[in-house]
């Protein structure tokens, strides 16, 4: 049995089973624990996964696809997995990185990924490949729920993200202002965004300063805005314009140009998109706007619709996603056309 094993959160499952039924009304789809549902493609497989990632679902956060067939225990699950394994390895270049990434999900089995690894990653070393655990160049995918094991090989861009399940982390630092800040990393990592050293941002919303200080650690002149005060570590920070006001009262004359506007405000979404639109002229050709859309109400695809077509026709949708770090939101990345 062949198809593609897909991950969302749990409270937006029915969200992206609803915006890949719509995308592939003739394929099946099956839940098979929280937060995880199985596509069954059949044959098609490859030109389903090539589509997905071409345009990918809003909510969903990684896939991969798999052969599946149902095993009763620990030992049978490991020895059928190492044998697809090694019949599959030679069509991966000798010498690549290849992670392991495997999980139980709603199994009534016992057994530990871990063990699974240890034999998958001392196939690989026998073979001429190098185990990975970050950054990998290709990905097992293990998936085992209920009695079945779902089971591929491929290149990391293959499962839209290279974390399992999609679930990207990042290191506390000391000195970090916020935690909302890893929502901005994990977009500039997810969407492989580039922003400019020495270009000029705009942060709304911008207390306590979780993306502002990650703004300027990228070289970037800041001017951030908030109603509340900025954390004291930013208090003195070279390169950071603060501007203690309400964003709806913010008027910039026409001569001053970002290159790129930040928004990661709990406000309403068709606020927030008005808002994006009145500062546009304010954005260089070419700029970039990273923004988070508040879901509100049990219907989020609607308001997202809606919040897409408000923004000015002089922006480009570049991604929209519901990332690991991200609630009740979805962040959008969007470019001025040029």
Request: hydrophobic share 45%.
């Amino acid at each position: 049995m062949q198809g593609i094993v897909l991950t969302a959160s749990e409270e937006f499952l029915a969200a992206a089973m609803e915006e890949v039924q719509r995308e592939f009304p003739q394929l099946g789809q099956e839940v098979l624990g929280p937060g995880l549902f199985w596509l069954q493609t059949g044959a098609e497989w490859e030109q389903v996964q090539t589509q997905l990632i071409d345009s990918p679902p809003i909510f969903v956060r990684h896939m991969h696809a798999a052969t599946a067939w149902p095993v009763s225990n620990e030992p049978e699950l490991i020895a059928s997995v190492v044998q697809h394994l090694e019949t599959d390895l030679p069509r991966v270049p000798r010498g690549a990185s290849i992670a392991v990434q495997a999980r139980a999900i709603n199994s009534s089995l016992a057994w530990q990924p871990r063990d699974l690894k240890a034999r998958c990653d001392n196939v690989l070393c026998q073979q001429g490949y190098q185990p990975a655990i970050k950054d990998p160049e290709w990905v097992i995918s293990v998936t085992q729920a209920r009695q079945q094991v779902y089971y591929g090989l491929a290149e990391a861009a293959r499962n839209l993200s290279d974390w399992t399940g999609g679930m990207i982390h990042f290191r506390k630092e000391a000195g970090d202002v916020s935690r909302a800040k890893f929502k901005l990393l994990e977009a500039i990592v997810r969407f492989n965004l580039d922003l400019p050293p020495g270009g000029k941002a705009l942060d709304l919303g911008a207390a306590p300063g979780g993306w502002t200080q990650e703004l300027l650690a990228r070289g970037l002149q800041v001017v951030a805005v908030d109603t509340g005060e900025l954390d004291p570590r930013l208090q003195h920070a070279k390169c950071l314009q603060f501007l203690q006001a309400n964003v709806k009262n913010l008027r910039f004359a026409s001569s001053e140009q970002f290159d790129l506007i930040t928004c990661d405000m709990s406000w309403d979404p068709i606020f927030t998109a008005k808002l994006i639109n009145g500062l546009v002229a304010n954005l260089r050709s070419g700029g970039q706007v990273i923004m988070t859309v508040k879901l509100m109400g049990k219907k989020p695809l609607p308001t997202i619709q809606r919040v897409l077509t408000m923004l000015d026709n002089g922006l480009t949708v570049c991604h929209a996603q519901h990332l690991w770090h991200n609630r009740q939101e979805i962040t959008l990345h969007l470019r001025k056309h040029s």
